[in-house]
């Protein structure tokens, strides 16, 4: 290889940064993609236990629910519940079976409706089953099983619901059988579902209560019990007007997208799930230390490759490149290479790459293109050669002739450009008036526009009117409705005062006849006795009849203070009544006043609204006078300019050819000098 060659600039290093990025490129970009993908099939699986953990809840929710309905309704069927007799020690027994027959039971009661009831609870001492929420819920809804909301129960301090079934036994006595239910149950068949390395899956209360919840890391948060309506996954699926899918938590990854369930519409249990924000961390970097070995191993195989190719291809051009400067100084050989003489393998190769082959490689065709060039070229220098003694004969005529040329040229360029002058002057004032007019016609385009803006505003305006008088049109005939209802109001209780005085004459009445009563007892008992021992039991009789009397007497005078209190706010009620319709008379007579003014608004309006409209029209009709003169202008000055254009169009290449000529002649002037030197140079080639 020329020693000279190895000097110079070399694309070789372009050559090996391509070959190292269309190495490595599609390889980092299938290490994204695999990452993507990876990351998409880890969500995708996420997602599919999320799913599966929240039907799983609420599939062994409903069917817990369920079953203790039908064990409840079950049990009211057996004899000792039916018959309506109420064997409290046969019943408890019932309830302790019912509760040994499903673990989710925590206790279990029932209770007539005198309020005894049979429990396997120890409830307090005072404990009233008739007050509590349960049994009124189940009262109200006969033969159809109630559920309470979550709560805390007293005695093992875990959140329970508690189911009730109503139902009236054989003798028609009403009977409620209830049933703790908690949900520890649920989350057994969670423990084996995972979802991704640190999901979680919850049942939550509508309100936020947590019921029963399970996920790879324990989390104090979520124990039953707690209130989770503060929670922002809670308001998300609180928001959400659909019943289940997934929800997004505004700032969080997708990673921690929440699929849940709400359950039939009207359902007070939900359940969702969710992993942690760094839940694919873990596989992430495992599928990334794998891809990376990889790529290592690629791009180290890639690079051995690239100096490999690098180095043939350096060899190659070096050798083509010495044919090409031996061919500078006027040696013209054609390559030739002898592939066996080389020593180095990127030599064998390169020189197998180059040898002229006009079927070969795109170097075996540069070679045998550069070995057609130089015999080609050879008989090209002998033509030269023999033409250039010609060429000097003509140069010296051309030259004459563009002399005579170049004179007359300028000639007509000089008057040319003086009517261009005049013409791009007169184009330049009917421009200026163009641009004048256009000027005006966005004023009177901004003049319509405002004007129609007005109109449109007042139709507005006048709309708005109407409306406000057709309010208050109605506003005034609801208010006199409202007064003649008020007067009626004002008659009834003055017809009901009218009442309790009559009311008060009966009491009067009714304490005269209490004192007759008390007087005639008195009499009676002295007379019984003044008759001894056979008035003794007349005596006790009267005493009977004047404690009647005076009971009678007592009540009569609470009565009269009550109908005294009902007078007083009566009389009250008058008054302000009375003054309520002389207010509504006033207030009648405002209305009236303000749909007189809102009418002359309106009118006031409607004619600002004709004025409006009548510049809109004048704006118009100057508008179109504007546009024919601007459409005439414009013809003239389009006109004017295409004259000036064509004139100083014409200027132009008239100053072109002259310039043309200039370097004509000069360049003729020269053609002579080089004709010669040619043929020096040309005699100088070999060509084999």
């Given at each position: ?24 490129v ?28 929240v ?85 109200q ?66 309100k ?74 873990a596989?992430?970097?495992s ?62 190769v ?70 261009a ?45 109407q ?24 008659q ?13 004459k ?38 009977e ?17 009550i ?9 009250e ?6 003054n ?11 209305i ?6 809102t ?24 508008e ?65």
């Open positions: 290889m020329n020693k000279e060659v190895l000097k110079t600039k070399s694309i070789g290093k372009w050559i090996l940064f391509f070959l190292i990025v269309v190495g490595l599609p390889l980092f970009t299938m290490l994204a993609a695999s990452n993507i993908i990876t990351k998409n099939v880890l969500i995708e699986r996420n997602n599919l236990s999320k799913v599966s953990a039907d799983m809840i609420q599939e062994e929710r409903t069917h817990l629910q369920k079953s203790t309905e039908k064990m409840l309704i079950a049990t009211a069927k057996y004899g000792e519940f039916t018959s309506g007799n109420f064997d409290k020690p046969k019943l408890k027994t019932e309830m302790q079976k019912l509760v040994s027959a499903n673990s989710s039971l925590l206790g279990a009661t029932v209770a007539d409706q005198a309020g005894e009831f049979a429990s396997t609870i120890n409830y307090p001492q005072g404990y009233q089953v008739t007050e509590q929420n349960w049994y009124r819920q189940a009262k809804n006969l033969n159809r099983v109630v559920w309470t909301l979550p709560y805390k129960d007293p005695k093992s301090g875990v959140f329970v619901i508690t189911a009730a079934y109503g139902y009236k036994a054989a003798n028609g006595k009403f009977f409620v059988i209830s049933s703790n239910v908690s949900f520890n149950d649920i989350e057994r068949p969670l423990g084996q579902l995972k979802i991704g390395k640190t999901g979680r899956v919850t049942l939550i209360s509508d936020g209560i947590a019921l029963a919840s399970k996920g790879a890391i324990d989390d104090a948060h979520y124990s039953r019990g707690n209130d989770l309506s503060s929670d922002k996954m809670y308001q998300a699926i609180a928001a959400s007007s659909k019943r289940k899918g997934y929800v997004h938590v505004k700032g969080n990854s997708k990673v921690m997208d929440i699929y849940f369930n709400k359950g039939a519409v009207g359902s007070k249990y939900w359940a969702y799930a969710y992993v942690m924000k760094d839940d694919l961390k596989e992430l970097h599928v990334l230390i794998s891809a990376s070995i990889i790529a290592l191993v690629v791009a180290v195989l890639v690079l051995i490759l690239a100096f490999i190719i690098n180095g043939i291809f350096k060899e190659i051009v070096g050798h083509i490149l010495s044919y090409f400067r031996a061919a500078e100084k006027g040696k013209m050989n054609p390559i030739e290479v002898k592939p066996k003489a080389a020593k180095s393998f990127k030599g064998k390169a020189a197998k790459l180059y040898t002229p082959d006009e079927h070969g490689s795109e170097f075996n065709q540069i070679s045998y293109g550069y070995n057609k060039m130089i015999a080609a070229v050879g008989g090209l220098v002998k033509k030269v050669k023999g033409q250039a003694n010609n060429v000097a004969e003509k140069s010296d005529s051309l030259l004459e002739l563009s002399t005579q040329t170049d004179k007359a040229i300028d000639e007509v360029a000089q008057t040319i450009t003086g009517i002058e005049v013409t791009s002057s007169q184009a330049q004032e009917t421009q200026e008036s163009v641009t004048r007019l256009h000027n005006l016609s966005e004023i009177i385009e901004r003049l319509h526009a405002n004007a129609q803006t007005m109109n449109d505003e007042a139709d507005k305006s006048a709309s708005l009117n409306a406000n008088m057709e309010t208050m049109d109605s506003v005034n005939a609801n208010w006199n409705q409202e007064l003649v209802e008020m007067k009626d109001l004002s009834s209780v003055q017809d009901m005062n009218t009442s309790i005085q009559d009311i008060t009966i009491i009067g009445v009714i304490n005269d006849i209490s004192r007759q009563t008390n007087l005639l007892a008195l009499n009676a008992s002295i007379e019984a006795a003044s008759a001894g021992e056979a008035g003794k039991g007349f005596s006790v009789v009267a005493t009849i004047r404690k009647l009397a005076e009971q009678s007497a007592a009540s009569t005078k609470e009565i009269e203070a109908i005294n209190q009902i007078k007083d706010k009566s009389h009620m008058v008054t302000k009544t009375n309520s319709i002389e207010g509504g008379q006033k207030q009648s007579e405002l009236q006043a303000a749909i007189k003014s009418a002359e608004v309106y009118k006031s309006n409607q004619t600002m609204i004709e004025q409006v409209a009548q510049v809109a029209n004048a704006s118009a009709e100057i179109v006078v504007q546009g024919k003169v601007l459409s005439r202008l414009e013809n003239i000055s389009a006109s004017t300019e295409e004259n000036a254009a064509g004139t100083q169009e014409v200027s132009a290449n008239a100053e072109e050819v002259l310039a043309t000529m200039e370097e004509f002649t000069s360049h003729v002037a020269d053609l002579h000098d080089i004709a010669a030197k040619l043929k020096a140079e040309t005699d100088k080639l070999t060509v084999n």
